[in-house]
């Protein structure tokens, strides 16, 4: 019996989104407290001091226990669930699609999605415009990478449906948000057709 959890997130957020849809997934119950990350909510002395120290949402709250990082969340409530694969080579190529996630695919298709979105065009600083041709650039070579490898299975590991299609499910069925373009990716459109349909799913404003 887990404790009782409180998500603490901003909710249009793709990372905060993966926790929610990992809990609606395992069945697992899980109360919401939103921050307006556009006014500092998350970096005040009081969440620094109680709830992140680093100043970032999502955090789930287990009980008194508090965990930053989506992914590792994520993982706390598959946990002892088919989402999680046992075998050994299954749960480490599951992992990696985490790893890659956050090093190679949130900081570019997240990023941008977020600069146009909720910054702005006209609002964007001399250092951000400077990194839009990288991000995005790096953001079509991970869009490219997970089609190629889609072309080939149904899921991303293990031959079925886990955690690495949840977390990466969250900020690719939004990436056209941040002006990627998901026409030239057919095996990436079918794959997030797939995720959509699975029992339990629920939307990111769910």
């Given at each position: 019996?887990?404790?009782?959890?409180?998500?603490?997130?901003?909710?249009?957020?793709?990372?905060?989104?993966?926790?929610?849809?990992?809990?609606?997934?395992?069945?697992?119950?899980?109360?919401?407290?939103?921050?307006?990350?556009?006014?500092?909510?998350t970096?005040?002395?009081?969440?620094?001091?109680?709830?992140?120290?680093?100043?970032?949402?999502?955090?789930?709250?287990?009980?008194?226990?508090?965990?930053?990082?989506?992914?590792?969340?994520?993982?706390?409530?598959?946990?002892?669930?088919?989402?999680?694969?046992e075998?050994?080579?299954?749960?480490?190529?599951?992992?990696?699609?985490?790893?890659?996630?956050?090093?190679?695919?949130?900081?570019?298709?997240?990023?941008?999605?977020?600069?146009?979105?909720?910054?702005?065009?006209?609002?964007?600083?001399?250092?951000?415009?400077?990194?839009?041709?990288?991000?995005?650039s790096?953001?079509?070579?991970?869009?490219?990478?997970?089609?190629?490898?889609?072309?080939?299975?149904?899921?991303?590991?293990?031959?079925?449906?886990?955690?690495?299609?949840?977390?990466?499910?969250?900020?690719?069925?939004?990436?056209?948000?941040?002006?990627?373009?998901?026409?030239?990716?057919?095996?990436?459109?079918?794959?997030?057709a797939r995720?959509?349909?699975?029992?339990?799913?629920?939307?990111?404003?769910?």
């Amino acid at each position: 019996m887990m404790s009782s959890l409180l998500l603490h997130e901003y909710s249009p957020s793709g990372n905060c989104y993966k926790i929610r849809l990992t809990a609606a997934h395992v069945g697992q119950p899980i109360e919401r407290r939103e921050y307006d990350i556009l006014k500092g909510e998350t970096r005040t002395p009081g969440f620094l001091a109680t709830v992140n120290a680093n100043g970032r949402i999502p955090t789930l709250q287990i009980g008194e226990t508090f965990l930053p990082e989506s992914n590792a969340a994520c993982l706390y409530l598959a946990h002892g669930t088919p989402l999680v694969p046992e075998d050994r080579f299954d749960h480490a190529d599951m992992m990696r699609w985490l790893f890659w996630e956050q090093y190679n695919h949130e900081p570019n298709i997240a990023t941008l999605r977020f600069w146009y979105g909720w910054v702005g065009e006209d609002a964007l600083s001399e250092l951000q415009r400077a990194n839009l041709p990288g991000k995005r650039s790096a953001g079509i070579e991970a869009l490219a990478l997970m089609d190629d490898h889609l072309s080939r299975t149904d899921w991303l590991a293990a031959g079925r449906f886990t955690v690495a299609d949840i977390v990466l499910y969250a900020y690719t069925h939004v990436a056209e948000e941040g002006r990627f373009d998901l026409a030239p990716y057919p095996h990436i459109r079918a794959w997030l057709a797939r995720v959509a349909a699975r029992p339990r799913h629920v939307p990111i404003d769910a």
